[in-house]
């Protein structure tokens, strides 16, 4: 069992809907990630906060929206989506986050499949 | 930037056989490397991590890997491999605030 909690685990969206994927730790992590991974491909960041400030974007679409409302817990705030974006996205928590450090080790959830009609 | 890379796509192994998986890596400076796993339809694990002494890495499930400096490389080994490893193997590193994985490689085992 992970320690980074994803829901919901499937998702099934038209590409009208606003849907939001959540993810909560409870590791006292400062930092938050998402990525996204499609069928055999490894894992592409999208986005890092570092102490519940976004610190990277990864050129992400903006139908794609984060939000970190706390330290523990990471949102993903989907609109407009294209069939394209079906994936599995990944959250993932570390201690720290930075470029003076590095990110130490990532604790992953198990993903939400979001599937676009 | 960064980039890892995994120069094997699909390793297929016996039971017993040993297994070496290479990863190369590009940053110059000093880095923080991972090796991942993720077993069938399971979130990805940490297998083992290197961030300064000792080179030789000892991880969970019997996996070791070693960070050569001088050939930019940490490559994951296990001395006999069991029908349970099957999985996708992602070598990562993570010293820019971020972690870039490789391409992965899937290992498959046959009883």
């Known amino acids: 069992d992970t320690e980074v909690t994803q829901t919901p685990k499937h998702l099934v969206m038209g590409m009208t809907n606003k849907k939001s994927l959540k993810c909560e730790q409870h590791?006292?992590?400062?930092?938050m990630y998402w990525y996204k991974q499609k069928a055999k491909k490894p894992p592409e960041l999208m986005f890092v906060?570092?102490?519940?400030?976004?610190?990277i974007n990864e050129s992400v679409p903006s139908r794609f929206s984060p939000e970190c409302p706390n330290s523990s817990l990471l949102n993903l705030h989907l609109h407009a989506l294209q069939p394209e974006d079906s994936a599995l996205y990944l959250c993932?928590?570390?201690?720290?986050?930075?470029?003076?450090?590095?990110?130490?080790?990532?604790?992953f959830g198990e993903g939400s499949r979001l599937t676009v009609l | 930037a960064q980039s890892v890379s995994q120069h094997n796509h699909h390793v297929i192994l016996s039971e017993a056989a040993s297994l070496e998986l290479g990863c190369n890596y590009s940053?110059?400076?000093?880095?923080?490397l991972f090796w991942y796993v993720q077993y069938p339809g399971q979130h990805l694990q940490l297998l083992l991590k290197?961030?300064?002494?000792?080179?030789l890495v000892k991880g969970i499930k019997g996996f070791e890997a070693e960070f050569i400096k001088s050939k930019f490389s940490f490559n994951l080994r296990k001395p006999s491999v069991q029908w349970s490893d099957t999985a996708e193997y992602f070598c990562?590193?993570?010293?820019?605030?971020?972690?870039?994985f490789g391409k992965g490689t899937k290992l498959s085992v046959k009883p």
């Open positions: 993932a928590s570390s201690r720290n986050s930075g470029r003076v450090r590095g990110t130490g080790e990532l604790f």
């Open positions: 290197y961030f300064s002494g000792d080179p």
């Open positions: 590791m006292g992590h400062r930092a």
């Open positions: 990562a590193e993570g010293s820019q605030g971020n972690l870039i």
């Open positions: 940053y110059g400076g000093t880095v923080n």
């Open positions: 906060y570092s102490y519940e400030k976004l610190s």
